[in-house]
Each structure stands twice: as C-alpha cells, then as structure tokens.
Nanobody
Framework: QVKFVESGGGLVQPGGSLRLSCVAS????????MSWYRQPEGKPIEFVAF????????NYAASVKGRFTVSRDNAKNTLYLQLDKVKPDDTAVYFC????????WGQGTQVTVST
C-alpha cells in the first residue's frame, strides 16, 4: 500500500521559513519522480514543485520559484520542501505524491502564514 506522511507545517510569520517533510512507503522511492502540491482553503489543489527520482532535475510553480526548494533523501524515503520568504498566499495544506498522480493523497500538513 502506497502511503505518504507529510509533516513540518505550522504557523509562520511573513518572510519566515519552514521545512516540510514527506515520508513515503509502499514503493521503491528512489525509482520515482515526486512532487509537492498545496491546497488553500476553498480552492483547488495546485502544483508546487517537482523532482526526478535522483533529484537531478527540478521544476517549480512560478508563484514559489526562488523562495521554495525541493530536495529528497532516497536513503530515508523522504521528500523535503524548504519554504523561505513565505507570504500569506502560501497558506495551504501541503501534500506530496508521486509525479504520476496515481496514488491516494496523504493527510497533508497545514502551513499558515500570518502575523
């Protein structure tokens, strides 16, 4: 059973930083490209960041480019998202998934950017 467990979210002030983690299981993690997504309250889910199986190539949504950094540790079956210079519009539930989008979503982790 493929499973994703996101963590690391919380309340952060504008301009601050946060590091999210996604622990994956049920498949050979190092063989698959991974992505981060987010869903603001009452809005559709949106793409945030992508990385190939080795982490050798990445892609970001324009809204986060230059502020967020995706990385992975295949030995730990873990995907990371470093959020820097956060803005109120970054407030959302953040999810990870295989880039194929073939799997069920995890529970996500809430990021709230507010004073």
């Amino acid at each position: 059973q493929v499973k994703f467990v996101e963590s690391g979210g919380g309340l952060v002030q504008p301009g601050g930083s946060l590091r999210l983690s996604c622990v994956a299981s049920g498949f050979p993690f190092g063989d698959y490209a991974m992505s981060w997504y987010r869903q603001p309250e009452g809005k559709p889910i949106e793409f945030v960041a992508f990385t190939t199986n080795t982490g050798g190539n990445i892609n970001y949504a324009a809204s986060v480019k230059g502020r967020f950094t995706v990385s992975r540790d295949n030995a730990k079956n873990t995907l990371y998202l470093q959020l820097d210079k956060v803005k109120p519009d970054d407030t959302a539930v953040y999810f990870c998934n295989r880039a194929s989008r073939a799997d069920a979503w995890g529970q996500g982790t809430q990021v709230t950017v507010s004073t």
